[in-house]
């Protein structure tokens, strides 16, 4: 079975910092990985995903994650954020398989509060 | 907008009574799925159909749930006798080919 840790449950950050939010996963087999935003008020968002090729993918907003498969961890970076992504972030993960029901198991979420 | 609709937003409902919500799927998306989102947490998996069959439903939908995609577009999900461990956020995607999956603003859910 899948399963996501996501190490970090609550992250408060002043404006320009830097952010990196963990994310590991447990799986034996190929993956596809994927981080959601989810901004105040509104529905999961799709940032950025990992299918294969290049392990640097680059999301919308300036975000950007590194899957390293030999840590299984698929983390989450921001060079300088802004008071605009304060917001609840999801890493998932489904089986890489075409054709299969690719059901997505989700982290518990990491909430993060950018402070002016 | 062509994203997900989902339909109604929020629902408050007496213990024992039953429930049922609407999820509309971008266009042409034949995989469709439904998750579980309660405080605190992640969603998580219920179950899912490509086109209008079911193919897979996860250990958390108990047998006062189900749901339907009869003619593999718009998807209800009932819930029958709710119960308080009930509430929670019930979301809906869809996607193309099942890798990337695109959500709805979800229903809200408290049963009283």
């Known amino acids: 079975a899948q399963s996501v840790s996501q190490h970090n449950h609550h992250v408060i950050l002043s404006e320009a910092a830097s952010l990196e939010l963990g994310c590991n996963y447990s799986?034996?087999?190929?993956?596809?990985l994927f981080w959601y935003v989810q901004y105040p008020g509104q529905h999961l968002q799709l940032l950025l995903k990992?299918?294969?090729?290049?392990?640097l993918v680059k999301g919308i907003k300036g975000f950007e994650a590194e899957f390293i498969k030999s840590k299984f961890s698929f983390n989450l970076r921001k060079p300088s954020v802004q008071w605009s992504d304060t917001a609840e972030y999801f890493c998932?993960?489904?089986?890489?398989?075409?054709?299969?029901?690719?059901?997505?198991?989700f982290g518990t979420g990491t909430q993060l509060k950018v402070e002016l | 907008d062509t994203g997900v609709s989902q339909d109604p937003r929020h629902k408050i409902t007496k213990r024992g009574q039953n429930v049922t919500f609407r999820c509309d799927p971008i266009?042409?998306?034949?995989?469709l799925y439904w998750y579980r989102q309660t405080l605190g947490q992640g969603p998580e998996f219920l179950t899912y159909?490509?086109?209008?069959?079911?193919?897979?439903k996860s250990r958390l939908l108990s047998d006062r749930f189900s749901a339907e995609r009869p003619k593999g577009s718009f998807s209800t999900l009932e819930i029958q006798r709710t119960e308080q461990g009930d509430s929670a956020m019930y979301l809906c995607?869809?996607?193309?080919?099942?890798?990337?999956?695109?959500f709805g603003p979800g229903t809200r859910l408290l049963v009283l």
């Open positions: 995607a869809s996607s193309p080919t099942g890798e990337t999956q695109y």
């Open positions: 799986y034996g087999g190929t993956v596809n």
């Open positions: 990992y299918f294969s090729g290049d392990p």
């Open positions: 998932a993960v489904n089986a890489g398989l075409t054709g299969g029901g690719n059901k997505l198991t």
């Open positions: 266009s042409e998306h034949n995989r």
């Open positions: 159909f490509q086109n209008e069959a079911q193919l897979e």
